[in-house]
């Protein structure tokens, strides 16, 4: 079987496990208010006394908390042993936006996905998201040259700084053109992702497909493919996956279906999201909303004084506050049963990972907060 055309122009090479990086800052719980020292721990008994840490640490341990503090009334940040707080941030994603622009997206479709995807990029949230924005058909629409499609119009920058050379393309390009040549076009954005994947290591790559129709064109051969066999493009999208690049597709009105669903299945993305013709412009915003949560995996970087060893790995906790709930901390769950975390190697961990239920949940809300709370006794799933 022929492989894509993509597949033979990729060189392979290893592929770093996506994790989540963490920003040190710590809890303010000291007598006083005053940063506790990195030499130092307070007491659990909940006094706040702080005491200077000697070799082998309290008790004889290797550890500068001494894992006491409440068990009845959940943990507290602010509390004495949990001094020592880290706020989680996702791992930075780069977006690949590929964009219909084929004379069928004219009208308000146009003018609604322009203004939602303005919205998208200015909203706060998506501050930190690495963006980048093509169109299809390019200059030459008969082109099945996949690297006529690799160098975005707009190339990577980071959001909210970005924002403006994203509008500024959107508001320089009308829709035109008869042909809609998804196969090059996706090709191209797939072979852009690998490279940032080859340039940032251990960083999310995903490519968007937004698109409102079947593919048409760019010529009826592609390098032994057609183009316009959805198979052929849903196979693109498969060896985007085989290179840690996955595939997103918005569906905007007038898409078929089946097509976009099988494109995003390939691409590893289940199914694609589709916009009703009832409100474009929201529910468009809404499904890049959705994309920007669903491409981060829900891993984090063990904290450096866990790795290092002065905090114990079981004095650590994870406490998850959603955009609109009060705190909460999630269970150590080793079998994840159900709504909790655990490590990736218990006997060596370097990766906290959410179970299941609770990784759905923090993509359902982009919004939501996750700190790594060190010094109490870690909770454990009944």
Same mark, same amino acid.
């Given at each position: 079987?022929?492989?894509?055309?993509?597949?033979?122009?990729?060189?392979?090479?290893?592929?770093?496990? $996506?994790?989540?990086?963490?920003?040190?800052?710590?809890?303010?719980?000291?007598?006083?208010?005053?940063?506790?020292?990195?030499?130092?721990?307070?007491?659990?008994?909940?006094?706040?006394?702080?005491?200077?840490?000697?070799?082998?640490?309290?008790?004889?341990?290797?550890?500068?908390?001494?894992?006491?503090? *409440?068990?009845?009334?959940?943990?507290?940040?602010?509390?004495?042993?949990?001094?020592?707080?880290?706020?989680?941030?996702?791992? *930075?994603?780069?977006?690949?936006?590929?964009?219909?622009?084929?004379?069928?997206?004219?009208?308000?479709?146009?003018?609604?996905?322009?203004?939602?995807?303005?919205?998208?990029?200015?909203?706060?949230?998506?501050? &930190?998201?690495?963006?980048? +924005?093509?169109?299809?058909?390019?200059?030459?629409?008969?082109?099945?040259?996949? $690297?006529?499609?690799?160098?975005?119009?707009?190339?990577? &920058?980071?959001?909210?700084?970005?924002?403006?050379?994203?509008?500024?393309?959107?508001?320089?390009?009308?829709?035109?053109?008869?042909?809609? *040549?998804?196969?090059?076009?996706?090709?191209?954005?797939?072979?852009?992702?690998?490279?940032?994947?080859?340039?940032?290591?251990?960083?999310?790559?995903?490519? +968007?497909?937004?698109?409102?129709?079947?593919?048409?064109?760019?010529?009826?051969?592609?390098?032994?493919?057609?183009?316009?066999?959805?198979?052929?493009?849903?196979?693109?999208?498969?060896?985007?996956?085989?290179?840690?690049?996955?595939?997103?597709?918005?569906?905007?009105?007038?898409?078929?279906?089946?097509?976009?669903?099988?494109?995003?299945?390939?691409?590893?993305?289940?199914?694609?999201?589709?916009?009703?013709?009832?409100?474009?412009?929201?529910?468009?915003?809404?499904?890049?909303?959705?994309?920007?949560?669903?491409?981060?995996?829900?891993?984090?970087?063990?904290?450096?004084?866990?790795?290092?060893?002065?905090?114990?790995?079981?004095?650590?906790?994870?406490?998850?506050? $959603?955009?609109? &709930?009060?705190?909460?901390?999630?269970?150590?769950?080793?079998?994840?049963?159900?709504?909790?975390?655990?490590?990736?190697? *218990?006997?060596?961990?370097?990766?906290?990972?959410?179970?299941?239920?609770?990784?759905?949940?923090?993509?359902?809300?982009?919004?939501?907060?996750?700190?790594?709370?060190?010094?109490?006794?870690?909770?454990?799933?009944?």
């Amino acid at each position: 079987m022929k492989l894509p055309l993509i597949e033979q122009r990729l060189i392979p090479f290893a592929l770093t496990l $996506f994790g989540l990086s963490v920003a040190a800052s710590f809890g303010g719980c000291a007598p006083g208010g005053d940063l506790p020292d990195e030499t130092s721990f307070a007491s659990g008994s909940g006094g706040g006394a702080s005491t200077t840490a000697s070799s082998g640490g309290q008790g004889g341990d290797d550890t500068i908390f001494d894992g006491g503090g *409440p068990t009845d009334s959940g943990l507290d940040p602010d509390s004495a042993c949990g001094a020592l707080v880290e706020q989680a941030k996702a791992t *930075p994603l780069n977006l690949y936006v590929t964009f219909d622009k084929s004379q069928s997206m004219a009208g308000t479709k146009w003018n609604s996905a322009k203004a939602g995807l303005n919205a998208f990029v200015s909203d706060p949230v998506s501050a &930190g998201v690495f963006i980048a +924005l093509n169109f299809f058909p390019g200059k030459n629409a008969t082109t099945c040259d996949q $690297f006529a499609y690799k160098e975005p119009v707009v190339p990577f &920058g980071e959001l909210p700084a970005n924002a403006m050379a994203v509008s500024d393309a959107m508001n320089a390009e009308m829709p035109d053109g008869f042909s809609t *040549p998804i196969y090059p076009a996706l090709g191209g954005a797939i072979l852009k992702g690998v490279e940032v994947l080859q340039n940032k290591p251990g960083e999310v790559s995903a490519v +968007l497909l937004v698109t409102d129709g079947l593919p048409v064109g760019p010529a009826p051969m592609c390098g032994g493919a057609n183009p316009e066999d959805p198979q052929a493009i849903a196979d693109l999208a498969a060896t985007g996956v085989n290179f840690g690049v996955r595939t997103f597709v918005i569906g905007l009105p007038g898409v078929d279906q089946s097509f976009a669903n099988k494109v995003a299945a390939a691409g590893g993305t289940d199914a694609a999201i589709l916009v009703s013709i009832a409100n474009v412009q929201a529910e468009f915003q809404n499904a890049l909303s959705k994309v920007r949560g669903e491409a981060l995996p829900c891993e984090y970087d063990i904290p450096s004084k866990v790795s290092s060893g002065d905090v114990d790995t079981d004095l650590v906790n994870v406490e998850l506050t $959603f955009a609109d &709930g009060m705190p909460q901390i999630l269970p150590q769950d080793s079998a994840c049963a159900g709504e909790g975390w655990k490590y990736d190697d *218990p006997a060596k961990p370097t990766k906290i990972l959410f179970c299941d239920a609770s990784c759905k949940a923090v993509k359902a809300d982009f919004k939501a907060k996750v700190q790594i709370l060190m010094g109490c006794k870690t909770e454990i799933a009944n």
